[in-house]
């Protein structure tokens, strides 16, 4: 059975016999399974009135453990954006009563940012639907082919995770 990848490659063959197209037969599907997943994620976000920012925030808050905090600059990291952005989401996120700015008993002129209860309700129940949603996608493989394509996209993501970490 082909998919439009197969046919894209196929075109660009007949058309640029020159080139080797193989690695668009890898990265133009995981070009359009991402944007398949974003539509599916942000499905699951809107039916819990979220934005896909709000999401990581709240799950890096979540992920932190008891009592769901972090400083904004470990949610900076986390989460991958500036401090400005990072400054404009807490307020949000505070004014929505699902995150709390509370002291930094460690040091004085800092601030944690707290996950509330509503956050925490919210966050979680998100969550659940969105790995609801991500099994029915991978449904069609087994268990040992998951495995296989997650030790296959950590190859390839490495060197993007490690050269973000050095900026």
């Given at each position: 059975m082909q998919d439009e990848v197969d046919r894209l490659v196929e075109a660009w063959n007949t058309e640029r016999p020159d080139l080797d197209v193989r690695p668009l037969q890898v990265l133009s599907r995981v070009s359009?399974?991402?944007r398949h997943l974003d539509r599916a994620r942000r499905a699951v976000f809107l039916d819990h009135d979220l934005e896909s920012w709000e999401f990581d925030v709240l799950t890096a808050l979540r992920r932190a453990g008891a009592p769901y905090q972090l400083s904004p600059g470990r949610?900076?990291?986390a989460t991958l954006v500036t401090s400005g952005t990072m400054t404009n989401r807490i307020d949000r996120l505070a004014a929505a009563g699902l995150v709390e700015r509370h002291p930094d008993p460690l040091d004085k002129r800092g601030v944690l940012v707290?996950?509330?209860d509503a956050g925490r309700t919210r966050v979680d129940a998100a969550f659940a639907d969105l790995l609801g949603r991500e099994?029915?996608?991978l449904e069609s493989l087994s268990p040992d082919?998951?495995?296989v394509l997650a030790g296959l996209l950590r190859t390839?993501?490495?060197p993007f995770d490690k050269d973000t970490e050095r900026h």
């Open positions: 359009r399974l991402a949610l900076l990291r707290r996950l509330t099994q029915a996608i082919q998951r495995d390839l993501v490495i």
